[in-house]
């Protein structure tokens, strides 16, 4: 069977489904086993297969979810500052002196400015 086609919202939709098929099987199975016992067993049946079934899809929406969502990996930006300047810089070698590599948000947080020459950003501005 493949399920691959639909999406993990479409999976999640089934299993609903078919826990309720199951649940409604069940209460007919309750219904039928005061007339026929084995005709509620029956019915029984069906409704736990439903439910397996409903598990089932489920766990295979689960699965697609946590493919089609990887978890997000925001490359962090890292900037150099030399102890003595007010500005950041994107290549190390741009300052002429020892530099240091930091985070780009915390040296905009320590008031560090862009450095304009070899800011890849600086040209449109
Ligand atoms: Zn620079």
Redesign the pocket.
Known sequence: MTLDKYSSKALKRFSIIFIILGILWMLIGIVVCLSSLLGGIFFLVIGTLSIIQAVFYHKKAQLKNSKEKPVEQVPKTYV?VTPSGK?????PS??GEKCYRIPLDTAKKKGYTE?????PYSNWS
């Open positions: 150099f500005k950041f810089h994107y290549n741009c300052s450095c304009k020459r070899c800011s």
